[in-house]
């Protein structure tokens, strides 16, 4: 056999002796883990629109369940404004619980209380003054060479009143984005917000929606919590769940807010 033919015989030889002591050292690893108690979810609120204004209400499940929405029936869901005029939401499908329609106002301290398996669950938000949105423009960046396009939201920021806003960006009617920012170096100022949110997969034609909310600092707090687990505006943190506004262990958020949107269609 020839010196370099008997080279690559070695090689191959000491290839597979490797990959087989790799292979019969191989173990299953069964991991033990704790299940957790199941926790009660709360999500939802009321905005300054006269619309039926929903809570939803679930369960959290083992992390080895598909994921789904696990909705609690039963549960008694009560709203009041400043401690007075008590409306009843009611059970429209499990787990969603609906008001009749009303129009909430800014400056009103707004009190959710849920009871469910004997437990009594409550959160409040004052509603602040409403700020308009008063424009969606397109904003084009070069990052390492190529063209990115992101939707700009446009408002007038009130001076002297600390403000804490979301945007809700729905492309195609799906909710794409879910940022909140505050006016902590613009107060009082025309703001140009971008929201981080590249449109080059949508075509001519299509629409782009932003809900524009006025939220309280418990709620910004919140918010802006989700999005740090997720990695926004930076490397995400280590997990944790976002301070509830919900007394006696819930978690999720009730959030007073108000609501203006705008939609852009690509051209």
């Known amino acids: 056999m020839k010196i370099g033919n008997l080279k690559k015989h070695i090689s191959s030889v000491l290839v597979l002796v490797v990959l ?9 690893i069964d991991l033990k883990l704790d299940e957790a108690e199941p926790v009660i ?19 959290t499940y083992s992390f080895t369940e598909p ?9 008694v869901v009560v709203l009041t404004a400043n401690g007075e005029n008590p ?17 909430g106002k800014s400056g009103i301290r707004y009190e959710l209380t849920v009871t469910f398996e004997g437990k009594t669950y409550k959160a409040s938000s004052i509603m602040p003054a409403r ?7 397109f904003k084009t960046f070069n990052f390492f060479g190529e063209n990115n396009s992101y939707i700009v939201a446009n408002f007038s920021d009130p001076a002297g009143i600390p403000n804490q806003y979301r945007y809700i960006l729905k492309a195609k ?9 505050e006016d902590r170096f613009n107060d009082g100022n025309k703001v140009a917000n971008v929201i981080f949110y590249e449109l080059d997969d949508l075509i001519k034609g299509d629409s782009v929606n932003v809900e524009f909310q006025c939220v309280d600092k418990e709620v910004y707090r919140y918010f802006y919590s989700l999005g740090q687990n997720s990695g926004e505006g930076g490397p995400p943190v280590a997990p944790a769940n976002p301070p509830s506004n919900f007394s006696n262990g819930a978690l999720g958020v009730f959030n007073a807010h108000t609501s203006s949107s705008r939609t ?4």
């Open 20 to 28: 087989s002591v790799f292979t019969s050292c191989e173990k299953v």
């Open 131 to 137: 700020v308009t949105l008063d424009s969606l423009t």
């Open 173 to 181: 009617g799906v909710i794409e984005e879910d940022a909140v920012s």
């Open 87 to 103: 409306i009843v939401f009611v059970e429209v499908s499990p787990g969603i619980y609906q008001s009749p329609k009303f129009k």
């Open 264 to 267: 852009a269609v690509i051209k």
């Open 67 to 75: 994921n789904k929405f696990n909705g609690v029936t039963g549960a």
């Open 41 to 59: 979810v709360i999500d939802g609120g009321i905005s300054d629109l006269n619309v039926n204004h929903k809570i939803r209400i679930s369960k």
